[in-house]
Structure formats: structure tokens, C-alpha cells
């Protein structure tokens, strides 16, 4: 243990809050009735850095939100307060702190530069180094072991080839703030995704990516979300009656492969304009070829030779079928929407969807191809459809164990919206503040994309660790978010915690920390539609049925697949009468 000096006590002033910047950590120091503390922390509301906060009746007040640390009985106080309290100790004038309270290790607050290579490794074979660990299905929480046996920055190989893995947040989210400029989507990976004939926003890079972003951005902004409200709001109909009419079968529900038929119903009519009604259509759907891809990404990501370059595994060739169906489908609708807008050429200003939108800029931009155009629909549908569908049934593996918590959803949705089926309109959505906790909360837990692989563009150092440019890097998020450092019972679903009343806990709450939907410029654009996707979907199913896991809950596992999905997850809905629900509510 190895104090380090944080500041002079001179330099602290009675009631104020005092900066220190230590190893890029942001330390709050306040004297307050003759004892000095040491705070760290962002509002556990918005996530909001905490910096210019004052004293108020000796609570450190938030400037944004007046939110009152430790101060247990205001009328905007939570029981828990985020920051982080640290011990001190002031000897001759000068305020230490206990350095061996920082994530990072003494030597690195000291600013002694790592590289790679003095980085700890957990235990690995000699020749193949981690690889074999590295599952397929199970990457994420093989970092987790790992993590868990040498800290939360380290270094694996796999087959010679090193890579530095961090479940740090502080480091994670400086290296996703630091693009596009200084860290890369992994090489590897935007090639292996190149190579199934794809390169549009989510494996670009530079100019390239900047273009395909504003367009993206655009169409997924929160004006066009709301507008987007007919389209969920029928496909939520359809889907309704679909799982009546699964429920009336009395089999068990694959509500993971339902799930995936209604998100890529919405993805279809807001990527080009047309619902390909998966929901009511059995047999050769798109949603079939589509889940053959993400598996097929993750596998080659790892692959230590790339074999399918020269042998073509059964696996392979279905892959090469699937995108080839997918490729016909989209330039089927490229065609037909080129054809809209020539006819109908008032639509150039108002597109209607984001093939329009795409087809648009490609007569302004020469350079914009053909092939632009299918990738950014393509990678759009990729990216909306597993990502939002694993979210839910996520979300639906915990409901399905605890029915008090439909019921509360239910209870709400009564409240805000009575007798409908569903939320009736945007408004409504966003009142449903318990079935969106519901949400978060899964999303906390069960990150769908536990995983994000990047690459350094030039030599760069972060937090006292030198990383030299073309070095791989992975990172896994759901070991912070599920940290009792940051989430009070971090690995209980507790939907309450993100409520402004009735969360039990006085613990940590660090809403910063999730990292569900990436973080800085290349941020997930989808995230509003998401989250609409995911509570209106939520709110009808709980108001309609009440739901009951068909597997016991170990039987349900975690699968890798580039996202992350709940396998062998199986539920039993059962239609609930309105009647019983009224009732409740009124008794
Ligand atoms: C719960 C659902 C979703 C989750 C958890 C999720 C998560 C993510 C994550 C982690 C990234 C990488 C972010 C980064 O690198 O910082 C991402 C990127 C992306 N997502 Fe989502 N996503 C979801 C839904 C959607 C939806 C519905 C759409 C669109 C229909 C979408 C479109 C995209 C696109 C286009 C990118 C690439 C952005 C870029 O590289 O600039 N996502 N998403
Ligand atoms: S930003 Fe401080 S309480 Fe919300």
C-alpha cells in the first residue's frame, strides 16, 4: 500500500470542492467542518462528470441536477450517492491518498509507462496462447476469467498474435472516445466483413465512414424515430396476434427467433420502405439468411488461418447463399426505389425511407456507388435486427421468473394507457418509465454486444499504458456493468435501480458505465430505436399475457455470436383477461 500526494492542504478551502487530476482520474477534494475528503465520481443520474459542484448545507450539490450527495432526506435525494469516497491522510502540510484504491496499480498512478508486453497474461498455452480458451460461443466471459485472474488491463496471444484486453471503463471509454482518429474498428474484422461484399457504415473508416455516418444518423435522428411510431405500431399488431396465436398452441415459445421476426419487420420498412412480414410468413424468409451471418463473422474474427479462402466448409457455402439472398433481396428494392423516385421526383425532398434517402445523396455524390448504397441498407438491417431482439428476450428470460414484475409493467401500462393493447402512441412510450428500467436493466446484465475489437491508428498512450499503433485490442464491457463497484448488487436484476423512487439500495449507481450501445463518435445510432422497439414490445406482451420461463433458468445460456442471445430460451405466455387486471388495480 503506497500513499501518494494529491495536493497541498493550503490549497483547499473550507466549503469549496478543489480539482486534482491524478492518472487522468478527476479527484474532488472538499474540507468541510475541519476534515478534508476525497471524492470521485460522475452523477449517478445522467452520468454527467461531476466538476463544478458546490456546497450546500454541507452536501456536495450537482450543478445539473441539484442532486445532494450523502444527504439521506431532502426532497431530491436518493438514499446512495455515486461518488466514491476515499480515505486521506495529511501529514506535514501535504493531503496523500491511499493509492492502492484506484483501479490502477501504484506504479502506473506514479506514471511509470507500460507497454504492452509488461502488461500481466493470464495462464496460456505456449504455442496456441489463449486461443483455445477463447470459445466461440463463450468469448465474453472467457475475458471475464481471465480479468477476474490478472486485472481488468492485460495482455492474451492467440497463435503468436497479441492483443491487449481490457475491462477497464475508464480505459474502454477513452479508446471509443478517441475514434475515428486514433483507434480503428479491428482490421481483421471490417475485412472479414468486406470480404461477405459489405463496407458501409459500421466497417468504414475515415472520410468514407464520416459520409455513411450523416446519412445513417440522419435517418435514425429522433425526429424520424417518432415518425417511425405507424410502422412499430402495426407490426406490434401483428405480432400480438402472432403470439396469441402461438399461445392458443400451448407449445413453448422460441420467443428469440418471434423476437427477431418483429425487428426485422420494423428494420425492413424503415431501411427500404416495404414490411417483409416475417411474423405471418413461415419458410425462406430473410431473417433466416440474415442469422447466418453474425455467427459466421464471429467465428472468422478469431480464426488463426483463414481457411474459407481455400476451402469452402458446408458452413461456408451457406453463408455465401445467404448474403447472395440477402444481396437479391435489397437490389430487388434498390431498383424499385430508383424507380419511385424517377417517377415521383418531389420524393428526392422528402425521402421516405433510408434507400431514398441513400439514393438521394448518391445523384448529389458521384463517388457515393451502387455498392455503397446496398452495404449501408445491409449493414443497417445486420445491426438492428439480432442487437434489439436479443435485448428483449433478454429481458423476458428475467420476466419469465419473476411475475411480480409483469405485473408491474402491466400495472403502468393500465395506468398510462388503459384498455389498449399497446402504447398508442410516442407520448405514451415515453411515460412507461418502470418497462423502460425493465429495459435497461436487461440491457445492463445482458449486454448484447459484450464485445468491441479496435485497433490502434498511431502510437498512443492511455492511462500510463503505451500502446503502439496496429496493436488489437478487445474489450469486454459486462464485467463493469455488472460490478458492485459501480451497481449496488451488480449481478441482481433490480429494475428499480434505475427509478428516481423506490430503488432499495444505498449503494453505487454509475449509469455512465454502460456501454450497451458503444460510446463517442461511433456511438450506436439506433439506440432511440431500440428503445422504443424494446418498450413497446415489452409493455404489449406483459399487458397481454402474463409469462412464465418453459426451461429452468440454468438451461438457458449465454451464446457468442457476435451478439450476444439467451440459447435455449423458451417461454409459455398465457393470455391474461383485462377483467383480472382491472380488478387489481381497482381493489
Ligand atoms: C438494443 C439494441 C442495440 C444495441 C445493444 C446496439 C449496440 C451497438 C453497439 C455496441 C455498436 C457499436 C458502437 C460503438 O462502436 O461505439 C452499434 C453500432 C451501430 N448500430 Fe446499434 N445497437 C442496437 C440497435 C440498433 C438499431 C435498431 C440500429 C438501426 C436500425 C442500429 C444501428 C447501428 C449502426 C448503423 C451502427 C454502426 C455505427 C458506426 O459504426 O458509426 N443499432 N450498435
Ligand atoms: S446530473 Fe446531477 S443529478 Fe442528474
Not at 487522468?24 to 478534508?36: A, C, D, F, K, V
Not at 475491462?167 to 482518429?181: I, W
Not at 456511438?523 to 418453459?550: Q, T
Amino acid at each position: 500500500m503506497k500513499p501518494i500526494q494529491i495536493a497541498k492542504r493550503s490549497d483547499i478551502q473550507t466549503d469549496q470542492l478543489h480539482e486534482v487530476i491524478l492518472n487522468e482520474q478527476r479527484i474532488l477534494l472538499l474540507e468541510h467542518e475541519n476534515s478534508i475528503k476525497a471524492f470521485q465520481g460522475n452523477c449517478p443520474h445522467e452520468g454527467t462528470p461531476l466538476i463544478e459542484g458546490h456546497i450546500e448545507k454541507g452536501h456536495i450539490v450537482c450543478p445539473m441536477h441539484h442532486w445532494k450527495f450523502s444527504c439521506q432526506d431532502g426532497k431530491h435525494t436518493r438514499k446512495r450517492a455515486c461518488l466514491k469516497s476515499y480515505p486521506i491522510k495529511i501529514e506535514d502540510g501535504n493531503i496523500f491518498i491511499d493509492a492502492s484504491l484506484f483501479e490502477e496499480t501504484p506504479e502506473t498512478i506514479t506514471n511509470k509507462t507500460k507497454t504492452l508486453k509488461d502488461l500481466p497474461t493470464p495462464k496460456g498455452d505456449f504455442i496456441v496462447g489463449h486461443l483455445h480458451q477463447f470459445n466461440v460461443e463463450n468469448k465474453h466471459r472467457a475475458i471475464e476469467k481471465w480479468s477476474e485472474e490478472v486485472g481488468n488491463i492485460f495482455r492474451v496471444h492467440f497463435v503468436g498474435k497479441p492483443f491487449l484486453v481490457s475491462t477497464n471503463p475508464d480505459f474502454n471509454k477513452k479508446v471509443l472516445k478517441a475514434r475515428p482518429e486514433k483507434f480503428r474498428r479491428l482490421s481483421k474484422m471490417t475485412d472479414i466483413i468486406e470480404e461477405i461484399g459489405v463496407k458501409g457504415v459500421f466497417n468504414a473508416e475515415g472520410e468514407t465512414w464520416k459520409k455513411h455516418r450523416k446519412l445513417t444518423s440522419e435517418a435514425l435522428n429522433m425526429k424520424n424515430v417518432k415518425g417511425f411510431f405507424p410502422i412499430i405500431s402495426q407490426t406490434t399488431e401483428r405480432f400480438l396476434n402472432k403470439l396469441k396465436r402461438l399461445e392458443a398452441t400451448g407449445d413453448p415459445i422460441d420467443i428469440q427467433q418471434e423476437m427477431m421476426r418483429y425487428t426485422v419487420d420494423i428494420t425492413t420498412v424503415i431501411a427500404f420502405g416495404y414490411p417483409m412480414n416475417t411474423i405471418d410468413h413461415d419458410g425462406d424468409v430473410i431473417q433466416e439468411h440474415l442469422e447466418k451471418v453474425f455467427p459466421m463473422i464471429n467465428e472468422r474474427i478469431t480464426a488463426p488461418i483463414p481457411l474459407w479462402r481455400y476451402l469452402k466448409l458446408k458452413k461456408d457455402k451457406e453463408l455465401d447463399h445467404a448474403v447472395a439472398e440477402i444481396e437479391a433481396t435489397v437490389n430487388h428494392f434498390i431498383n424499385e426505389a430508383k424507380g419511385r423516385l424517377e417517377n415521383n421526383p418531389e420524393l428526392k425532398e422528402n425521402p421516405t425511407n433510408f434507400l431514398e434517402a441513400l439514393l438521394v445523396e448518391q445523384e448529389k455524390d458521384k463517388n457515393f456507388s451502387d455498392h455503397a448504397v446496398y452495404s449501408n441498407v445491409f449493414s443497417l438491417l445486420m445491426a438492428g435486427e439480432d442487437t434489439t431482439s436479443n435485448s428483449v428476450s433478454w429481458a423476458l428470460y428475467y420476466l419469465g421468473q419473476q411475475p411480480e414484475m409483469v405485473k408491474k409493467i402491466r400495472e403502468e401500462a393500465f395506468e398510462i394507457y388503459g384498455d389498449g393493447l399497446f402504447p398508442p402512441n410516442n407520448e405514451t412510450l415515453g411515460k412507461l418509465k418502470y418497462t423502460e428500467a425493465v429495459a435497461m436493466e436487461a440491457l445492463r446484465l445482458k449486454p448484447v454486444a459484450p464485445n468491441m475489437f479496435h485497433q490502434a491508428n498511431e502510437d498512443i498512450e492511455i492511462n500510463g499504458i503505451h500502446i503502439e499503433k496496429d496493436t488489437s485490442i478487445i474489450f469486454q464491457i459486462q464485467v463493469s456493468q455488472t460490478d458492485e463497484k459501480y451497481f449496488a448488487h451488480g449481478e441482481s436484476f433490480v429494475p428499480e435501480r434505475w427509478l428516481k423512487e423506490g430503488c432499495p439500495f444505498s449503494g453505487p449507481h454509475s449509469p455512465d458505465i454502460i456501454k450497451v450501445f458503444g460510446a463517442g463518435p461511433r456511438f450506436c445510432p439506433g439506440k432511440n430505436l431500440a428503445m422504443h422497439e424494446m418498450i413497446m414490445a415489452l409493455s404489449m406482451i406483459c399487458k397481454n399475457f402474463d409469462v412464465a420461463l418453459a426451461v429452468k433458468p440454468e438451461e438457458v445460456r449465454e451464446v457468442f455470436a457476435f451478439s450476444m442471445y439467451p440459447g435455449n430460451l423458451y417461454i409459455n405466455l398465457k393470455e391474461h383477461s383485462y377483467q383480472d387486471t382491472r380488478s387489481s388495480i381497482l381493489s
